[in-house]
């Protein structure tokens, strides 16, 4: 670990392909607002969702080790298609190499560790990127917990980039949340209950509503992916007081500062305090 920060205390990082990751970060912040947070979007090279494994697995650890080198202790990887492809070998393989005392965690256990009180069928939906509805990650960790859960997926490669591209609000944009809508409730009539799979998918809630039936839940990671780092600190009080407590927030993206400002304000509305650089890798 030579080139990683000798610090052993820091801020959080809390790490997404683009701006989705804010959508984990707001709800972090309601529930541990003394901590300190670094956000990392890698927004040059958004979208990761219909790359292949090997490319998100890459590009992934290259953030989570500069997210290390700026001194976090702990990385949130707040993008479920990084959680989906990359999170197993950088545990298993990469930590123990870069420093086995960090730690990395994803956002798909927690989410799905909640759906069980919540579907009266046992039939979910999942919405989600191409490489996350690919992995069967979510279909997996679902049968580890709650067998009789059936999981039906829907790709929906366009939606991420019209999140990116500032557009979430747009008529357009209702076009293609309803064509996929429509295809994954004809795919299985008995859910009751839709997983949010992508943390950009809650920047088209509006939209999403408009093409969901009532009495279908709509699930949105934030509050479960919150509540569960909170008590995984609780678990770990040796990572705990690792993790540096003055109420700072930093933003750092791989693309210009300018433009993540202009973006992020839509997402998070005290944007003129925010504090961000841009990195290249
Ligand atoms: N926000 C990410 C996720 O939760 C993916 C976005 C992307 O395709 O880059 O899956």
């Not at 309601?30 to 947070?37: A, E, I, T």
């Not at 958004?46 to 998100?56: I, W």
């Not at 979910?124 to 039906?152: F, Q, R």
């Not at 039936?213 to 040796?238: D, F, K, T, W």
Request: aromatic share 8%.
């Amino acid at each position: 670990m030579n080139s990683l920060s000798a610090n052993d205390h820091g801020p959080i990082g809390v790490f997404d392909s683009g701006y989705g990751g804010l959508t984990i970060l707001e709800h972090m912040l309601k529930v541990m607002p003394q901590n300190d947070f670094i956000y990392f979007g890698d927004n040059a090279r958004t979208p990761y969702g219909t790359r292949s494994f090997q490319v998100v697995y890459e590009y992934t650890l290259q953030c989570v080790t500069r997210l290390f080198e700026m001194g976090c202790p702990l990385v949130i990887l707040a993008c479920n298609t990084a959680s989906a492809k990359a999170l197993r070998t950088i545990q298993q393989v990469d930590l123990p190499k870069l420093d086995p005392t960090r730690r990395v965690l994803g956002i798909i256990r927690p989410t799905v560790e909640n759906i069980d009180s919540l579907t009266k069928t046992r039939h979910i939906g999942l919405l989600a990127t191409p490489g996350t509805v690919k992995s069967l990650s979510y279909p997996l960790e679902i049968g580890k917990l709650y067998p009789d859960i059936e999981v039906t997926g829907e790709a929906c490669p366009i939606w991420v980039p019209l999140v990116e591209n500032g557009l979430a609000k747009s008529a357009g944009t209702d076009f293609f949340v309803r064509q996929h809508v429509e295809s994954l409730l004809s795919k299985d009539p008995l859910i009751d209950t839709i997983i949010l799979g992508c943390t950009h998918y809650p920047l088209l809630i509006d939209s999403i509503r408009r093409f969901v039936p009532e009495g279908i839940n709509i699930i949105c990671q934030g509050q479960y992916v919150a509540a569960s780092l909170q008590q995984y600190l609780e678990r770990h009080p040796e990572m705990a007081c690792r993790c540096t407590m003055t109420g700072t927030r930093r933003f750092v993206t791989t693309e210009s500062s300018q433009t993540f400002l202009q973006q992020a304000g839509i997402f998070l509305p005290d944007n003129a305090r925010l504090d961000v650089s841009s990195i290249s890798l």
